[in-house]
């Protein structure tokens, strides 16, 4: 009779009708800081699921379009041409929110004596034009290039906003997600790569400069609001149409104090 009491209890506390699973894929830039505010708001509202999935803000955006994502987590603003698609099959431009900025870093190997790069160094790098990292005060060592896939809005924003357009060379490897950036130049004493700032482990971050007169930057949350740092951005979560009362929700709280504060945490910095 106690065990028929206890589980009519638990039965009576759950809520008779569970919400819909709220789902957001995108950025695997974006992954974890989604997973880690997701895990802390459905701790808080009992009957909420949020399901966080990568792949790539593109990928993202274009499940945004395709209607199999609530939200696309995107570390770039979204294209006109998705905003196009977006109001031809939802008769809608979407809702853009702000989550959280990013110090954009370039990584080095810890065993790498290079400590800081100008834009246009790096921009070398990544178009061919620099090969040796002795071009750059470094050792007599041939550098060796780590990006992202080209569905990733990391790597269309460092080719846009760094590279300034220009193609990267062929010798740069491509990798899938920020984290195996981020393990190849760990294990690479001539490596480089590039990637957002909360994925900083077992490797360092290069000091920036605007241009060869401006001072060295790394980033962090004083240089990044500055705008001292010279690579920031903005990281997204885009809606088809205004936002369920649950994703509004979870929306107003990660925008807020305690999302924000878990934002930090991560390794990225606040929107205010």
């Known amino acids: 009779m106690k065990r028929v009491l206890i589980a009519l209890a638990v039965a009576f506390a759950a809520p008779l009708f569970a919400a819909k699973p709220i789902s957001i894929k995108g950025s695997d830039t974006m992954v974890i800081m989604n997973a880690r505010l997701a895990e802390t708001f459905m701790a808080k509202q009992p009957g909420t699921t949020i399901q966080v999935t990568g792949g790539g803000s593109g990928v993202g955006i274009a499940a ?90 990391t790597y269309i924003y460092f080719r846009d906003n760094v590279l300034l357009g220009k193609d990267f060379t062929p010798r740069a490897q491509t990798l899938q997600g920020t984290a195996a950036v981020v393990s190849a130049v760990a294990k690479d004493a001539n490596g480089i790569g590039y990637g957002g700032a909360a994925y900083a482990k077992g490797i360092r971050f290069a000091a920036v400069k605007k241009d ?4 060295a930057i790394v980033p962090s949350l004083e240089t990044v609001r500055s705008g001292q ?44």
């Open 64 to 153: 945004l379009i395709n209607g199999t994502t609530d939200i696309a987590a995107s570390s770039r603003p979204i294209k006109a041409s998705e905003v196009d698609k977006l109001k031809q099959r939802f008769a809608t431009t979407g809702h853009s929110f702000a989550i959280a900025r990013d110090g954009l870093s370039v990584y080095l190997n810890e065993r790498n004596p290079v400590k800081e790069l100008t834009l246009e160094q790096i921009r070398n790098i990544y178009t061919g034009r620099i090969t040796n990292w002795k071009e750059v005060g470094g050792n007599d060592a041939t550098i060796i290039l780590y990006s992202r896939e080209n569905s990733s809005g």
């Open 212 to 215: 060869a007169k401006s001072p």
């Open 229 to 272: 740092y010279p690579i920031s951005r903005f990281l997204y979560l885009y809606t088809r149409v205004k936002p369920s009362k649950e994703m509004k929700a979870f929306i107003d709280w990660a925008t807020g104090a305690e999302g924000q504060e878990i934002v930090t945490k991560v390794g990225y910095f606040p929107i205010k």
